[in-house]
DNA sequence: GTCTATAGATTGATAGAC
DNA sequence: GTCTATCAATCTATAGAC
């Protein structure tokens, strides 16, 4: 809690695992390359995680932190449901580089622990359990209550799947195009107010 | 190319190999893993395959073959384009607990060969252009030639999606959800006779 | 809190007998 | 074509000096 210039070592450690096991993946990530990073003898390593699986869990927490202060700001500045929900789309757009390159680090890191039968995969799919909620949320608030939860998931699906093509593909047209399509998606998905209910 | 009724050693190598890149993934999948369920010592191994990479072409291939059998044969009996392309959606609800266990071999092998920086991932990626070209031609089939391969590109990443999130929540209603709102979407790609034109 | 040294297991890969 | 024995490297993890 003390407010320093300087990161603690066991931060920089998992600043540093945390990229890393977004661009190499978890198991492919050792304790020497990311000692190498942080600039430490692998031996300072354990006093401050004990095994692996807790820097691992400590790189999820971390994550789930930047999440929520993620949401909180889009929820803070988007003026309504719809440019909130947009900001989520929006994210294939900024982060287009990386997705291409490494993927979506929620969506990687779930199908690597699930693949690894890892204990914390329940922890890992609670990111995108975040992203679910707060979608969920603002497609009540868009007047679509009864299938609020559905729209969250079919959003979220869609994004994962364009991920996972723009990384297979490295095809950045195809990420726009998909996009568009997306945030026509999201204007249909408004209930007109003076027409029919279907 | 002799006809025997035993599998040769290399098949049952190839066809361990491939099971285990699918359920554990290729990095997390040792020589030991696989001369194990092959029941052959790990020295007997480089007889058949000189590198681990060399296995991991030989699975690619072996699943570039399996692939072009399901099309052809998705081709052959389907009667229309429409009813060919529904067979590939369906794949979803087939191996349906598969893919929540383990997501599916296409967009996890391509997501880690990414993440390892994998030579082969050009070749892994490969299986998606079979499936993409395959529904180029369906959509074309279907009346729809100037945007077949972007409604190709599009079921592709709306499957995908699917695969991550099932993967990653276990949901079955969720996936048989999601075959449903695609079989629509589906039926709304045939371009009506006698309709406006958008 | 950081280091060196090292354990103990496993990895991919090789050599050579049968 | 299959085996045993073995290599060198790397892995996670520990012990103990400073």
Redesign the pocket.
């Known amino acids: 809690m003390t407010v320093v210039a300087d990161k603690?070592?066991?931060e920089q450690i998992v600043d540093a695992a945390d990229q890393l096991f977004y661009k190499r993946g978890f198991?492919a990530?050792?304790?020497?390359?990311i000692?190498k990073v942080v600039?430490?003898?692998?031996?300072?390593?354990?006093?401050?995680f004990?095994?692996?699986?807790e820097i691992l869990d400590a790189v999820i927490a971390a994550r789930v932190g930047q999440t929520r202060g993620m949401l909180a700001q889009w929820e803070a500045c988007g003026p309504d449901p719809m440019s909130r929900i947009r900001s989520f789309i929006h994210i294939l757009v900024a982060n287009q580089a990386l997705i291409m390159r490494h993927g979506c680090p929620v969506g990687t890191l779930s199908t690597e622990l699930a693949k690894l039968d890892h204990p914390s995969l329940k922890q890992a799919s609670g990111l995108f359990t975040l992203f679910r909620v707060w979608l969920r949320k603002q497609f009540a608030l868009l007047g679509r209550k009864a299938d609020a939860d559905a729209l969250a998931m079919h959003l979220l699906a869609r994004s994962q799947g364009v991920a996972v093509l723009a990384n297979a593909f490295h095809d950045k047209s195809f990420v726009k195009q998909e996009v568009r399509q997306l945030c026509e998606w999201l204007e249909s998905c408004a209930p007109k107010p003076a027409a029919s209910n279907r």
């Open positions: 603690s070592t066991r198991e990530t050792s304790f020497a390359d000692a600039n430490i003898s692998r031996g300072n390593f354990y006093h401050h004990k095994t692996k699986d």
